[in-house]
């Protein structure tokens, strides 16, 4: 499969950190640094972030969205929030499915299944997180794991719908543990995952949905991660927290040979 064409999504994911006056510092310093970027980028930040970073982001490179959101359209369901709510704050487009969101909180594939068509509903684009633990890795399930994660979470979406998926592989096993998949496993599991895409939804569709890598992605891995032909893109966690290296990651784009 061909690597998908033009420019790959680097995408932030912030989890729980940065203030109001912490995000627009790191607005304003970031981007001076990605003028030039031949990258889309993502960045998924808190509820309370979404905003004033929206705002901060207007004319630059910059996509804003958040991290999780409900299946439900409205309700009695406190503390939560709603796809409506996140576009009409600035966002779009929502993290799913997060291997934190799956531990932490006991999301199942079936209620991911929800949010991604509730995303879509609402205009927002699904960014699905997948990946498989150590235990599984070991187990030589990984591809069983996957399957199941995408057969589940996308069940009922037809071609159209998901025109604008994009999907992250992050090993469970590489977040936040400062190990990171090689190049060629990187490369291994997504060809897997644009193989299954293309089985169930057709070629035409698979060769259009970015495939990123994330798990504990470095400025110093990132060349090499984008350099296989079947990453279209990186799911960057604790290195998008400082603007010096994030752009550090976002501008070795540029040094990538892209397609003809």
Known sequence: MAKIKNMPIIAANWKMYKTLAETEKFIEDFIPKVTDSQAHIYIAVPYTSIHT???KATGSKIIIGAQNMNDASEGAFTGEVSAVMLTDAGARFVLLGHSERR???????QVINLKVKQALNNGLQPLLCIGETQEEREASETEDVLATQLSECLEGLDEKSLQT???AYEPVWAIGT???ATPEIAQETHLFCREYLTQHWGQEL???IPLLYGGSVKPETAP???SQKDINGLLVGGASLQAESFAEIINSVNSQPVDA
Not at 104 to 109: D, I, L, Q, T
Request: charge should be neutral; proline fraction near 0%.
């Open 206 to 208: 698979a060769s259009h």
């Open 53 to 55: 970073a929206a705002l």
């Open 103 to 109: 531990r932490y909180f006991n999301e199942s594939n």
């Open 224 to 226: 090499l991660l984008l």
């Open 178 to 180: 400062g190990q990171t």
């Open 165 to 167: 998926l994009i999907i």
